[in-house]
């Protein structure tokens, strides 16, 4: 007679200073571009949530007025510890960048006409279009195992960045699409 093994249990639920240590060292390294951080933290190195959760929690805080990123620390922080994990997770998240930012615009509106400093701001932002371009591939893997979702991915982008049409507009049709048929596969 064979015995199973039994399944690994989950990872204990992150105490608030855990969350608040996570979101505070995505801040710190995350200039111009913390969601793909956000993720390899939360999924990949401390594995708080699975990957497909991190996506769907995702996408509902891309509905959320404000910052996708602030909108999903909050999201995480409230999951696990409620009202006070929102605000560490939040807290974590902003310190860091905050005081750097207060730094460099004061550096910058100084400094702003020095071409190497424009050349500087030109290679920061192409490191945060890679970052984006990164975790979108990321993103997007899950949807690979449904057809019919990897086709909506395609057309939402063909829809927001080649036909130019509005963001809000095709969101509120394409959204109650993509949910329709998110649960319809999964049944």
């Known amino acids: 007679m064979q015995v199973a093994n039994p399944p690994p249990l989950p990872p204990p639920r992150p105490g608030i200073a855990a969350l608040f240590a996570?979101?505070?060292?995505?801040?710190i390294i995350g200039f111009g571009g913390v969601l793909p951080l956000a993720r390899r933290m939360v999924v990949?190195?401390?594995?708080?949530m699975e990957s497909a959760a991190f996506t769907d929690l995702l996408a509902l805080c891309q509905f959320l007025p404000?910052?996708?990123?602030?909108?999903?620390?909050?999201?995480?922080?409230?999951?696990?510890r409620g009202v006070p994990g929102a605000l560490?997770?939040?807290?974590?998240?902003?310190?860091?960048?905050?005081?750097?930012?207060?730094?460099?615009?004061?550096i910058y509106g100084r400094y702003q006409n020095v071409p190497a400093i424009r050349t500087?701001?030109?290679?920061?932002?192409?490191?945060?279009a890679g970052l984006i371009l990164t975790l979108a591939l990321r993103l997007a893997r899950p949807l690979?195992?449904?057809?019919?979702?990897?086709?909506?991915?395609?057309?939402?982008?063909?829809?927001?960045?080649?036909?130019r049409l509005p963001l809000l507009p095709t969101m509120l049709v394409?959204?109650?699409?993509?949910?329709?048929?998110?649960?319809?596969?999964?049944r």
């Not at 996570?22 to 801040?27: D, I, K, M, R, Y």
């Not at 057309?155 to 927001?160: D, Q, T």
């Not at 394409?174 to 999964?186: F, K, N």
């Open 22 to 27: 996570g979101f505070l060292g995505v801040g």
């Open 44 to 48: 990949e190195e401390r594995r708080w």
């Open 66 to 80: 404000g910052g996708n990123v602030i909108n999903l620390a909050t999201a995480i922080g409230l999951r696990f």
């Open 88 to 106: 560490a997770c939040l807290l974590g998240l902003l310190a860091a960048p905050m005081a750097v930012s207060i730094a460099l615009v004061s």
């Open 120 to 128: 500087l701001f030109m290679g920061l932002g192409a490191a945060a």
């Open 144 to 163: 690979l195992a449904t057809p019919v979702l990897a086709g909506l991915a395609v057309l939402s982008f063909a829809a927001i960045a080649i036909l």
């Open 174 to 186: 394409l959204a109650p699409v993509g949910v329709a048929l998110s649960w319809r596969t999964r």
